[in-house]
């Protein structure tokens, strides 16, 4: 099974989102092999708590804006794994320490890498 097109749709505006607020190591899975609930996760890294919660915070506008529901939210009062879930899509936003230890990659390691269309950074 494959995501669904408007999965694959979201996943970039979740990412065009993430990317916009300097998230790092943005990696999204598609999970819709060993899960029913959701086609993808989007995985996030954020330098410190504020920076994790401006991510969380745009990719969560950006996502309304498309016309995504957040059906849940999780996380933000601490800043550093904020979890929010728009049903086809799931968010992570990890603080780097948390990404480090939680390891979501490796625990999905089976699930199939979609890519990622980013704006190339001129500035470097």
């Not at 669904?4 to 607020?21: F, G, M, N, P, T």
């Not at 790092?24 to 092999?33: W, Y």
């Not at 804006?65 to 049903?87: H, N, S, T, Y």
Request: charged share 25%.
């Amino acid at each position: 099974m494959t995501a669904s097109s408007r999965a694959l749709e979201l996943v970039q505006i979740a990412a065009q989102a993430a990317d916009a607020k300097q998230a790092d190591d943005l990696v999204a899975l598609d999970v819709t092999g060993p899960l029913q609930l959701t086609d993808v996760f989007l995985l996030a890294t954020g330098r410190n708590e504020r920076n994790v919660l401006a991510i969380a915070d745009e990719v969560e506008d950006r996502m309304i804006a498309a016309g995504a529901k957040p059906l849940r939210r999780e996380g933000r009062a601490e800043g550093r794994w904020v979890l929010i879930d728009f049903g086809d899509v799931v968010v992570h936003v990890f603080h780097e320490e948390d990404r480090q230890y939680y390891s979501l990659e490796r625990l999905w390691s089976d699930c199939p890498t979609i890519p990622l269309e980013l704006p190339v950074d001129h500035t470097a």
